[in-house]
């Protein structure tokens, strides 16, 4: 820069162009901040003796079949612990947590191979062999995804759908860290 063109951001008007407050690689303004540092002690998943936290949950949730009393909640690789949350990628605090469940599975019903076969048989002999047509099969494919943001962190886990009650269980459990995380 010239003498015609100062710098505007140098504090001192004299202070030459590439004097910079900041050194190369650090962000200026505060931004972006760094992930807290992990505990000293990292509890083990599954409540490691830790107590749940004293405040009580909202009324109407009460810890999902899963959950055993006295020693925190977990929902796939999520574990609630005293008041924090572990996941893989580290510990989250529990209170102002954000939690989301995303149904990603479908339940399809249909005719199984073996009705047709009966109903083909049965047909002949006499014309109660088409009640077989009426069976059917229900089959739940697919994922229910929970995520929590907490802290600044982000974590996603996808739970199998088994039957087509999985979405309310895992729905159960979602609120129950919810009511925890108030």
Not at 22 to 27: K, M, T
Not at 116 to 130: E, P, S, T, W, Y
């Amino acid at each position: 820069m010239s003498e015609q063109q100062p710098n505007p951001y140098a504090s001192d008007p004299g202070q030459a162009p590439d004097d910079y407050k900041w050194g190369p690689g650090q962000a200026s303004y505060g931004y972006p901040q760094p992930y807290p540092q992990p505990p000293a002690h990292q509890p083990t998943v599954g409540g490691a003796g830790l107590p749940i936290p004293q405040q009580p949950p909202a009324p109407g949730y009460a810890p999902g079949p899963g959950a055993v009393p006295g020693q925190g909640l977990s929902i796939g690789d999520i574990s609630i612990a005293g008041d924090q949350i572990i996941t893989p990628s580290g510990t989250m605090p529990l209170r102002g947590a954000m939690w989301n469940a995303t149904d990603l599975s479908r339940t399809e019903e249909k005719m199984p191979a073996h009705a047709i076969v009966l109903a083909i048989i049965f047909f002949l002999f006499c014309l109660l062999g088409l009640l077989f047509l009426l069976m059917k099969e229900k089959r739940t494919t697919g994922y229910i995804q929970v995520t929590v943001h907490s802290g600044g962190r982000h974590h996603s886990t996808m739970i199998p759908a088994t039957d087509p009650n999985s979405y309310a269980w895992v729905m159960h459990q979602v609120n129950y860290a919810r009511s925890l995380s108030v």
